[in-house]
């Protein structure tokens, strides 16, 4: 299925899946054009992809895979899904087993009221490679899903044979000194880490309206802006649609004053790790990095925004397969 297939689906159509079912795209609830349904994205991808389910540690999982070859777990960022690696998912598919995960409380995973801790996270990661019959995996993980990533190595480190984490590493108490009023020319201002801490009024805001948050982010934190094109967006606006979808992924963010504390009670990991960060991230990434594991390979990106996975997948797809071997 190609990219134009699926923006017909996205427009309405009805998608099928990758056992030959049915599955009708999910309409939209803010005006932009329908998503495809999961199965149908997965399917749309070359390497044999297929949407699926896991019950494990209290909650249900969802997950793309396909490949063969070592497991490689893929670990999204906010506000995004699964998606956000398809441009890579084929290419690694061709050296690895991967399988791309929707993380508690995003895409078609369970929405708890809690456990959004990293900590808690990386318990459910643990427990889907377990479920999958894998004693040990390798993880690549943006944004949130680097935090994920890190947590894993810290507390399940016999899980984890390496891990790659792209523009963000764990949280520390350095995230204590983010401004909410920047200062004039600052590179970078994240207004959604105190927007998404407070209780029930982002759900009020952003239900319905899912599509101007996914612009503003896309438009304002890439360099090529069409890296994310309609397509992506109208996914991750579904996505991020409802008011449990909101709240899940706000969890995220809420839950950063526990990371902070959890943070404090761990030694550096000592399994290989790779960094990668754009150049406004990859100063101050480098040195948390640095901190935080002792055997690190350091890459900065230039000329690419903070979702460079859809911005410069072949350069991704480069350091991921030389990182993973």
Do not use: C
Not at 52 to 71: K, M
Not at 187 to 192: L, M
Not at 195 to 209: H, K, S
Not at 256 to 277: K, M, S
């Amino acid at each position: 299925m190609n990219r134009r297939n699926l923006i017909a689906l996205g427009a309405g159509a009805v998608a099928a899946t990758a056992t030959g079912t049915a599955a009708q795209a999910a309409p939209s609830t803010d005006g932009a054009p329908a998503a495809p349904s999961a199965a149908a994205l997965a399917a749309s991808l070359p390497g044999g992809f297929a949407s699926r389910y896991a019950e494990v540690n209290g909650v249900r999982l969802h997950y793309v895979a396909g490949g063969r070859g070592e497991p490689l777990f893929l670990l999204h960022g906010w506000p995004e899904t699964w998606w956000e690696y398809h441009k890579v998912m084929p290419a690694l598919a061709t050296r690895y087993r991967v399988i791309a995960v929707d993380l508690r409380g995003a895409g078609g995973s369970s929405k708890p009221a809690s456990g959004y801790d990293k900590k808690t996270m990386a318990g459910d990661i643990a427990a889907l490679a377990a479920k999958l019959g894998y004693a040990q995996v390798n993880v690549a993980g943006h944004d949130m899903g680097a935090m994920v990533a890190y947590s894993l190595a810290a507390n399940h480190p016999g899980v984890v044979k390496k891990i790659a984490l792209l523009d963000v590493a764990h949280p520390n108490s350095g995230y204590y000194e983010f401004r909410m009023l920047p200062v004039p020319g600052a590179p970078f201002h994240p207004w959604w880490f105190a927007f998404n801490q407070v209780a029930q009024l982002p759900e009020q805001l952003v239900t319905g309206r899912s599509r101007f948050l996914i612009d503003w982010m896309f438009d304002n934190l890439l360099v090529n802006q069409g890296a994310v094109n309609e397509l992506d967006r109208s996914i991750y606006a579904l996505a991020y649609s409802t008011p449990d979808a909101i709240r899940g992924g706000n969890g995220w963010y809420k839950a950063l004053g526990q990371d902070i504390a959890d943070n404090e009670t761990y030694a550096p990991v000592t399994l290989p790790v790779l960094g990668i960060a754009h150049d406004v991230f990859y100063p101050s990434f480098a040195a948390t990095l640095s901190a935080q594991a002792t055997n690190v390979q350091l890459v900065q990106i230039a000329n690419t925004g903070h979702y460079f996975v859809e911005e410069q997948p072949q350069v991704v797809i480069q350091h991921l397969t030389s990182f993973f071997g």
